[in-house]
């Protein structure tokens, strides 16, 4: 694998995390749970990758997302959250927010459709993107932030690309049945070693993973309990209140995630835009992610009382809420202005590019979506 080298400052902060993580591992008799080893990875303090100081997104980061590529993303995004707004409150938060982007195209629209947002509430984790958000959007009073989740809330959720940022619990299929897959030390370096499911884990094996019964031997796949149980947090969040939250990512329902061919998983990382699978490739410097199985999300929201409102692949959502519209205010004899941003909407909505492979879940209470969106809506497909 030959991927970019580190600067010194970053491999000493790699070092760093992985002495960390060892620590644990031998204060825990010799194995971590996966999802341990990749909520360290990710979000230990002052190392993780989320909680550290590397740049995340863009030209110098390790990915560019949606709202990123094109403001008509937010403006798409705005005309629906609008729709919520006029039937809940006033009121956003946004899971994740990255640069501030999403936020700053999303209220700016709002405002040319005269919607007046009382609070956009932005929990973020990560130390270094908190400070990218606080420099871009210091003139948008609206804008705060807080750690946690609010026991109440009504009014609209932005999370893009936050649910495979999640950590997951990785399991194997072997001639003894299915095995969890936990991280150990060998030779100096982080190595798999398996161990049995506890209950819970067997619990939602059974319930996420159709035909696991049927699964070949060494059939590797991942479960997604710490994601289950945000669908949950959202669920009591609504609980009294009204509203909708909106959830974009990559991923599959459970009939197309469980796939013969996806022996290996899901699992990936990515590096300095280079994608590659080894986890345990300098920890803290590069983003460790899954796919994200919405049957499973929809089922947590709805097992915990918040009903499924939509279903459907990204460009369904966009194309429905209106995004050739926005384009198209943009003159096409423009070239210098409109081709840039035609070029990003191709990639948004391309069945080849982010199209397909990007779902949107929408779950709320007692609200309606706009009328494209119901039509538009596959969540019997989940």
């Known amino acids: 694998m030959s991927l970019p080298a580190p600067d010194h400052d970053a491999l000493a902060a790699s070092h760093a995390l992985q002495q960390r993580i060892a620590d644990e591992i031998e204060q825990s008799g010799g194995q971590i749970a996966f999802s341990r080893f990749m909520e360290l990875a990710l979000y230990a303090p002052r190392l993780g990758y989320y909680s550290g100081g590397a740049a995340k997104l863009g030209a110098e980061g390790d990915f560019i997302t949606a709202p990123e590529m094109t403001p008509l993303f937010g403006a798409t995004v705005a005309r629906v959250a609008a729709a919520i707004i006029a039937q809940s409150a006033p009121d956003i938060i946004e899971f994740g927010a990255g640069t501030g982007r999403l936020a700053r195209d999303v209220l700016a629209a709002l405002a040319r459709q005269g919607v007046v947002v009382n609070s956009y509430t932005i929990i973020e984790l990560s130390g270094e993107l908190r400070a990218r958000q606080q ?60 161990a049995p499911l506890d209950a819970a884990l067997h619990e939602q094996l059974v319930r996420q993973v159709p035909d696991h019964e049927e699964m070949i031997e060494g059939y590797v796949t991942e479960l997604h309990p710490v994601g289950a149980g945000f669908m949950g947090s959202l669920a009591a969040m609504f609980a009294g209140g009204c509203g909708a939250a909106i959830l974009f990512d990559y991923g599959f329902p459970a009939h197309e995630y469980y796939l013969d061919q996806r022996i290996g998983g899901t699992l990936m990382c990515h590096y300095r835009h280079h994608a590659h699978p080894d986890p345990f490739y300098l ?26 409102l939509a279903y459907m692949s990204q460009a369904a959502f966009l194309i429905g809420a209106g995004i050739g519209e926005l384009l198209l205010e943009n003159n096409p004899e423009d070239a210098l202005r409109f081709l840039p941003q035609s070029r990003a909407v191709q990639k948004l909505v391309s069945p080849a590019e982010m199209g397909e492979l990007f779902k949107v879940l929408v779950v709320g209470q007692a609200v309606t979506l706009p009328d494209a969106l119901v039509q538009a809506d596959r969540s019997h497909r989940l």
Do not use: K
Not at 287 to 296: G, N, Q, R, Y
């Open 135 to 194: 420099a871009n959007l210091a003139d948008l009073p609206q804008v705060r932030w807080q750690d946690a989740i609010p026991a109440h809330f009504s009014g609209v959720v932005l999370a893009n690309e936050v649910l495979d940022a999640m950590p997951v619990e990785l399991v194997i299929r072997t001639r003894d049945g299915w095995r969890r897959q936990m991280v150990t030390i060998e030779d100096g370096a982080f190595a798999f070693v398996q």
């Open 283 to 308: 920890p803290g410097l590069q983003d460790i992610t899954a796919h994200v199985d919405f049957t499973a999300m929809a089922l947590a929201a709805q097992d915990a009382g918040l009903p499924v």
